[in-house]
């Protein structure tokens, strides 16, 4: 027998595993787990007397034996607890205790008692709780909450811990922090690794992830382990709620008026925050009712929540940024970068369907005398009046992008294959800038300003035969519109479209 309550382990990061050594360190066990086999030796060596604890899957097929004797250290043997997974059937030397799999913590805690030396407890389970939630303390309470703040010192690490080699659990939780660091650019996906890692760093069963609703109850989002529909209790609702009004994660342990511990279901209750701000709130459950989350489990979340808050900030940046590059600041329309994008999804769907697409180029005519005579501000002003109206008179489904300068460029799928019906649309559009009339303040007075445009059309399959063609199509009849100013014209013929590379400003040939 050794008389210490130091636990070396060497395991390769199962779930059930991680919880049990979780509430080892609970229950004052110094746990110091690795998944590199070379370390092994090393901590044994500077922890004499170590209890040594492994599982059969880490060792290499055929050769157990050998690997489990390059453990001795000066010659002395470790008493040496094996884990056997159910496919096992190697005959072990040298290992003092042999734990077949599945076996459950109450098992594992009266072995590891009886080879440090110490009399083992008879219910492992309510031993492992903190004092302050045992279960004969609470008989007339429902819930009993212990918050953040209450755990702050846990997990400061001594001078001689801080020195050991990292475990497991913080190489587990730092594959999903950079895992979930490189899901920024995609919200969808990062709050599904969110609630995923959540669950998987605390061994729960269940996660919900609910998200902010400004005026109203949280929004359920991502789910794990549990339908979306089977959100049936009250109270996962009102918790979430609560940690949005508080930002303040919580253990919460729904003990039996009875005061039995059978059959309790507790929940971990993680807000994803960032300064000020709650992004979302994880409510994670479906933990085995015999090894309830503990402290350790609230601080992991909470850190992981914090993290994932710092995600959850950059993927809303991310999101703002590209906004900001997909649409034009000056008119409010999109951008040449949101045409450029969608203009060959739009024609690959439209080729793919056999659906018409259509191309309308736009040009402000004499918009350059517009900005001689009355100034940058005039000229803006008229700009950003003709762009709201373009915006809208069209289709919900049509794309109205600034292409530059005085260029406008609109993008109809499902336009009607008639050149007849492209010629009605055009021409409503340039019936309505001429009816403008837009009052411009410039140089002390205020000037009466009567817009025009030229326009160009197109229609695929009717003008070309492809998407280059197409633009080719509608930028030459915008030349020809060009030529008479306030006027339509629709593109020629499929057979007359040579197709060419688009050109770098509209309405000039190539």
């Known amino acids: 027998m050794t008389a210490s309550r130091i636990l070396v382990v060497l395991t390769d990061g199962d779930p059930t595993l991680a919880r049990y050594l979780d509430e080892l360190r609970r229950d004052g066990w110094r746990v110091l787990a690795t998944v590199r086999k070379h370390e092994v030796k090393s901590l044994l060596s500077r922890h004499e007397g170590a209890i040594f604890l492994l599982r059969s899957s880490v060792l290499p097929p055929s ?54 030396g110490d009399d083992p407890v008879a219910e492992a389970t309510t031993a492992s709780l903190p004092e302050s939630i045992q279960p004969q303390a609470l008989n007339q309470q429902e819930d009993v909450r212990i918050d953040a703040a209450s755990i702050e010192d846990i997990g400061a690490l001594s001078p001689a811990e801080a020195a050991e080699p990292i475990g497991y659990a913080e190489i587990r939780l730092l594959r999903w922090i950079r895992r979930c660091t490189e899901l920024e650019r995609d919200k969808d996906s990062l709050r599904a690794a969110a609630i995923r890692a959540l669950v998987s760093l605390t061994a729960s069963c269940e996660g919900r992830l609910f998200l902010a609703s400004e005026g109203k109850a949280p929004r359920l989002g991502d789910c794990m382990g549990v339908a979306r529909d089977a959100i049936d209790l009250p109270r996962v609702i009102r918790y979430a709620a609560e940690a949005f009004e508080d930002k303040t994660p919580r253990l919460v342990m729904g003990i039996p008026r009875d005061g039995t511990v059978g059959g309790r279901t507790s929940y971990l209750i993680v807000p994803i925050r ?122 919900t489904g049509d794309l109205v992008c600034r292409w530059g300068g005085d260029e406008f460029v609109v993008i109809l799928p499902k336009s009607g294959k008639s050149p007849d019906e492209g010629h009605t649309v055009a021409e409503r559009i340039r019936s309505s800038v001429a ?17 025009s445009v030229s326009i160009g059309y197109a229609t695929f399959p009717t003008h070309a035969r492809d998407q280059v063609g197409l633009f080719a199509a509608a930028n030459a009849a915008l030349t020809r519109a060009k030529k008479v100013k306030n006027t339509v014209c629709l593109a020629e013929p499929v057979q007359d479209i040579a197709p060419s590379a688009a050109p770098r400003r509209l309405g000039h040939s190539t």
């Open 274 to 395: 960032h300064v000020d701000s709650v992004a979302a709130v994880a409510v994670l459950s479906g933990r085995d009712a015999q090894v309830p989350y503990g402290m350790v489990d609230l601080e992991v979340a909470d850190h992981l929540g914090r993290q994932l808050g710092e995600n959850f900030a950059n993927a809303e940046r991310q999101v703002e940024l590209e906004q900001w590059a997909l649409v034009d600041s000056r008119t409010g329309l999109y951008s040449q970068k949101f045409y450029e994008t969608n203009f060959a999804k739009s024609f690959y769907n439209a080729k793919r369907h056999g659906e018409s697409l259509s191309l309308m180029l736009i040009d402000l005519d004499f918009f350059k005398q517009v900005n001689e005579s009355l100034g940058y501000e005039g000229g803006n002003q008229v700009l950003k009046t003709v762009a709201q109206l373009l915006f809208v008179s069209f289709r």
């Open 63 to 116: 050769k157990e034996n050998e690997a489990l004797g390059s453990c001795t250290v000066e010659g002395k043997r470790p008493y040496t607890v094996l884990c056997r997974s159910a496919d096992c059937t190697v005959e072990f030397d040298g290992v003092d205790c042999d734990i077949s799999e599945p076996f459950d913590f109450a098992r594992l805690k009266a072995v590891l008692h009886q080879a440090s």
């Open 435 to 451: 009816s403008l009339r837009i009052d411009v303040k410039a140089n002390g007075r205020i000037e009466t300003v009567s817009p």
